[in-house]
C-alpha cells in the first residue's frame, strides 16, 4: 500500500452531520462593517465633546461678561466663532457679541475713556464683527441683523459718552475742545430730547469759561459775544445767573470795548456792548455814565450814516434817538438832522417830482420869510425844508398854513404824511421835490393838489 504526500492527497470530505448545513464565512467583510461602526461612533463622540466645549466657551464669556471683563469676553467669542462657527454656540455668540460691545463702550465711558468708548460704539453702529463671516452667508446677514437691532441703544450711547466727555473737559477748562463735544451732541439729538436738554443746560458753562478765557486775553468783544449768547438763550436757570455773575465782572472791560468801537465809527457795535451792560449789570457803577452818554452815540452815529449816504439808517437811528431820550438836550438836534436825512431819501431815491418853486406873493419887511401853504388835497401833508433851518411842517387836508423860514436856499420836499399812504385816497403818491431860495422879507406861496395820470 502506498501513503499518499500530504501536499497532494485530497482533503478528506467534511463529515455529514445530522440535521445540519455548510456555512460559509467572510471574515475580511465584517471587520470593514465593524471599523465603519466604531468610526461614526468616534465622529459622533469628537462632534459632542466640540459641542460641548463651544458651549462651555460660552458659559466662560458670559461669566466674564458678569464680572465687566468685555476684551477678554469678546476675544473669547472670537474663539467660538473660529473654532466651533458651526455649533448651536456660534449662533448665540453672534447675538452676544453687539450686546457686550454696548456694554463695554458704557464701561470705557465710566472709566473716563471717552476716544475707546465711541469708536465701540461705532463697531456695533458699522455692524463691523460681521466681517469675520463670509459676505453673503447666513452667519453674516445674521451677524448684521444683530447689530442693527441694538443702533438705537448705540446712537444714544454714543451721546452720553460724547457729553460726559465735554462734560469732563468743561471741569478740566478744555472749554473750547468741550463746546465740540456738547454742540455735537445738541445738533445729532432729537430735539426736547432727555440727552438734548442735558446737553443744553451744560453748555452755559462752557461758554462762560470761554468768555473768562477771551476777557483774560484782552478780547473784550469776544467775551462779550459769548456772554451775550447764553443771556439772549437762557432766559432763566443755573447758567442764566452764572453767566449774569460773570458779565458784572466785565462791565467796565466792555465799556472800554465800546468807546473803541465808537471811535473806529461801528456805532451799532459799540450800542450792543452799552446796552448789554446796562441790561445785564445794571448795578455796574458805569451805567450811569453809560445813560449820559448814549443820545450823544445816536445823534454820532446817525451823522455818519447819512454822511456814507445811508439814510434809512440815519432816520431810524435818529427817530430812535427823539422816541427814547425825549429829554435830552440833543433831541432838537437830531430832528433837524432827522428833516436833513429824510429830505436826502427822497432826492437820492429817484423816483421824486419835480416840485414846482413857491411864488414870491408879497413882502412882509421882516428878517425872515414866510411861507404860505395851501393844501387842496382830501390827505394831509408833510413839507420837509431842508437848509439853514430845517424843518417839517404838517398840513391838514383842505387846510392852509402859514410859518417862518431863515433865508437861505433849502431843498424841499412835499409828500403824503406817512401815517396816510395806506388810506384808500393816498395811496400810491409819490412825493415831489426842489430846490428853492427864501429870502428876507418876502412871503412865498404854494398850492397842492393830486394829479391823477390817465
Known amino acids: 500500500m502506498q ?22 464565512f467572510f471574515i475580511g467583510c465584517g471587520v470593514t462593517a465593524a471599523l465603519l461602526v466604531l468610526g461614526f461612533i468616534g465622529i459622533a463622540v469628537l462632534g459632542s465633546m466640540a459641542a460641548q466645549r463651544a458651549a462651555a466657551l ?7 461678561q458678569a464680572a465687566g471683563d468685555y476684551d477678554t469676553a469678546l476675544t473669547t467669542l472670537d474663539s467660538v466663532f473660529t473654532d466651533y462657527g458651526t455649533y448651536d454656540a456660534a449662533d448665540e455668540a453672534r447675538g452676544l457679541y453687539p450686546q457686550l460691545q454696548l456694554e463695554s463702550a458704557a464701561a470705557l465711558r465710566e472709566d473716563g475713556q471717552f476716544e475707546p ?42 451721546l452720553e459718552t460724547r457729553l460726559a466727555w465735554g462734560e469732563s473737559l468743561t471741569s478740566e477748562g478744555d472749554f473750547a475742545a468741550a463746546q465740540e463735544q456738547i454742540e455735537q451732541v445738541i445738533n445729532e439729538a432729537a430735539a426736547g430730547s432727555d440727552i438734548d436738554e442735558r446737553a443744553r443746560a451744560a453748555l452755559p458753562a462752557v461758554y462762560i469759561g470761554r ?29 442764566r445767573e452764572a453767566a449774569l455773575a460773570s458779565f458784572a465782572t466785565m462791565a467796565e472791560p466792555f465799556y472800554g470795548q465800546a468807546q473803541q468801537h465808537i471811535t473806529a465809527g461801528e456805532f451799532a457795535t459799540a450800542e450792543d456792548l452799552l446796552v448789554g451792560v446796562i441790561n445785564y449789570a445794571p448795578d455796574a457803577p458805569i451805567v450811569s455814565q453809560i445813560r449820559s452818554e448814549l443820545p450823544t452815540l445816536y445823534l454820532n452815529w446817525g451823522a455818519a450814516a447819512a454822511a456814507a449816504g445811508n439814510y434809512e439808517e440815519a432816520i431810524g437811528v435818529y427817530e430812535f434817538l427823539i422816541a ?38 408879497g413882502s412882509t419887511g421882516g428878517e425872515t420869510s414866510t411861507y404860505d401853504v395851501t393844501n387842496d388835497t382830501v390827505c394831509p401833508i408833510l413839507v420837509l425844508l431842508s437848509g439853514p433851518q430845517s424843518q417839517a411842517v404838517e ?21 403824503i404824511d406817512e401815517e396816510q399812504t395806506t388810506a384808500p385816497n393816498c395811496m400810491d403818491i409819490i412825493p415831489f421835490t426842489n430846490q428853492s431860495t427864501f429870502d428876507p422879507g418876502f412871503i412865498y406861496t404854494s398850492s397842492f393838489f393830486i394829479s391823477i395820470e390817465p
Do not use: H
Open 3 to 24: 501513503i499518499p504526500d500530504a501536499s497532494t492527497a485530497p482533503a478528506p470530505a467534511p463529515a455529514p452531520q445530522k440535521g445540519g448545513r455548510t456555512r460559509t
Open 58 to 64: 460660552l458659559t466662560t464669556a458670559r461669566e466674564q
Open 117 to 158: 468708548s465711541l469708536e465701540r460704539y461705532d463697531e456695533v453702529l458699522s455692524a463691523a464683527y460681521a466681517e469675520r463671516f463670509d459676505a453673503g452667508s447666513e452667519e453674516y446677514a445674521d451677524a448684521v441683523e444683530q447689530a442693527a437691532a441694538l443702533t438705537d441703544d448705540a446712537t444714544t450711547g454714543k
Open 211 to 239: 468768555a473768562e478765557e477771551a476777557m483774560t486775553a484782552g478780547d473784550a468783544a469776544t467775551a462779550f459775544e459769548r456772554l451775550d449768547f447764553v443771556l439772549t438763550n437762557y432766559q432763566s436757570g443755573p447758567g
Open 324 to 361: 427814547e431820550f425825549p429829554e435830552s438836550e440833543l433831541v432838537p438836534q437830531a430832528q433837524t438832522a432827522l428833516v436833513d436825512a429824510r429830505v436826502a431819501a427822497v432826492a437820492a431815491s429817484g423816483t421824486a417830482g419835480e416840485l414846482p418853486p413857491p411864488q414870491a406873493s
Open 395 to 415: 398840513v391838514p387836508s383842505q387846510q392852509n398854513t402859514q410859518f417862518e423860514v431863515q433865508p437861505g436856499i433849502y431843498n424841499l420836499v412835499v409828500q
